[in-house]
């Protein structure tokens, strides 16, 4: 073997190597289910929230929108936009029972139907959902399943068709509830336009509230938590 040939067989090995170390820093760098977006707050929480409000962007945005109705009740908002079920289930430990609640407010299912991690069975979805159920009732914990929201439809996924999957999702979700004594916080029926789709002015992208929309959502939550004291 000549010194040229060595010489290429060893460049070739380095970047090989290079390379290698490169897509497997990129892989530890990805944090697919969002585990540290919310990891200082919680090593920060000095008190256990009364409630955590778990969701995707919906729930995420509204604590911009009102950040008064979480911080004055001692409610704690962890949503993280364009998440899905499969994610929002890694996460729940972390985010909701290590938190020590007394309950959590479950929204979650729009993301899953918009396909933003690929195809999942609207029944699939649910199951995603009730096995957050299930983890919050063992550890003690109340729950609250949110119906997901009305949708006539997505703008970053135009051939989706949210406002007949959506329906299917709910009452998966609404017969659990009632099969396991579970409270379900019906925001479709208090804010559908009639199509199945949000009310024009409670919604500026037909997926994600107004801040008029979520006065009305705050309501309804209000309305049940009162129920439940």
Aim: proline share 4%; with cysteine.
């Amino acid at each position: 073997m000549t010194r040229r040939s060595i010489l290429s067989i060893l460049f070739i090995s380095f970047t090989t190597l290079v390379m290698g170390q490169d897509a497997y820093s990129q892989l530890m760098a990805k944090d697919w289910a969002k585990l540290k977006v919310y990891e200082q707050k919680n090593s920060e929480l000095t008190t256990s929230p009364e409630v955590v409000f778990f969701g995707d962007s919906i729930t995420q945005i509204w604590y911009d929108a009102d950040s008064l109705f979480f911080t004055s009740n001692n409610f704690a908002d962890r949503g993280i936009s364009g998440q899905t079920t499969c994610g929002m289930l890694v996460r729940f430990r972390q985010d909701v029972i290590n938190l020590k609640p007394k309950a959590v407010v479950i929204l979650a299912g729009t993301n899953d139907i918009a396909l933003n991690d690929g195809y999942i069975p609207v029944k699939a979805i649910a199951d995603n959902i009730f096995s957050m159920c299930e983890l919050a009732m063992l550890h003690g914990i109340d729950v609250i399943i949110c119906s997901t929201l009305p949708c006539s439809g997505y703008k970053w996924r135009p051939e989706v068709d949210p406002a007949t999957l959506i329906p299917q999702l709910n009452e998966l979700l609404k017969e659990y509830a009632q099969a396991n004594g579970i409270a379900y916080l019906d925001y479709f029926e208090v804010m559908n336009d009639g199509n199945n789709g949000l009310k024009e002015e409670y919604t500026y992208d037909k997926c994600h509230p107004t801040p008029k929309g979520f006065e009305v959502m705050k309501q309804a939550f209000f309305e049940l938590w009162k129920s439940k004291r």
